[in-house]
């Protein structure tokens, strides 16, 4: 198996709307329905959405992540196995992520900024692939990218403390410090993972 990483741009748009229609979650998977919109919606707008679910939920957030995409407003990585995309990693410019009741980037995360911060907020493995390395390439991928442009370190904000919520889409501990992360802060139950470039 031979993976691609690719930035998500415009022209990615229809990939990306096909591995969270089709390959990101198994029928049983806590984590789904989702296009990974919330980490860039306010409260009010992730409120406004809810309201909206009836029998689909899922074309509900689909059309949400539609319109958000089409707007430059979701961030991050596909990973593609020859054509078909198997992963995703939400990651961008810490100043992306707006403020909301899920926390993506904490308070004290944005209080303890060192500059230009690149953030990583979400992984997203097809079932079939999990464990094969997939999040490694995509957090490779954003460590260098950041490096090329300019950014001082990289972000992610995993869980230490399991709670209500499965929340290992931030990605692991272990999976950070393998790439030279280490812990900078931790709050609630939640560790800065910090690499600086």
Not at 63 to 79: D, P, Q, R, T, V
């Amino acid at each position: 198996m031979k993976l691609a990483i690719k930035p998500l741009t415009s022209d990615l748009i229809s990939d990306y709307l096909d591995y969270f229609d089709n390959r990101a979650f198994s029928s049983t998977d806590k984590n789904g329905p989702c296009y990974c919109t919330c980490p860039t919606q306010t409260s009010k707008e992730i409120d406004q959405m809810v309201k909206e679910f009836s029998g689909d939920i899922k074309a509900i957030i689909r059309s949400y992540a539609i319109k958000m995409l089409n707007e430059n407003k979701i961030h991050g990585y596909l990973a593609y196995d020859n054509d078909i995309v198997v992963g995703w990693c939400n990651a961008g410019n810490m100043d992306n992520y707006v403020k909301n009741r899920y926390q993506f980037i904490p308070d004290f995360a944005r209080n303890r900024s060192i500059g230009k911060i690149m953030s990583v907020v979400c992984f997203s493995v097809s079932p079939q692939y999990r464990g094969s390395g997939v999040s490694t390439l995509l957090l490779e991928k954003v460590i260098l990218d950041a490096s090329k442009q300019g950014y001082e370190a990289v972000e992610g904000y995993t869980h230490v403390k399991k709670g209500q919520y499965d929340m290992d889409f931030k990605g692991p501990m272990k999976l950070y410090e393998k790439l030279g992360f280490i812990p900078s802060y931790e709050q609630d139950g939640i560790l800065i993972m910090r690499k600086n470039l």
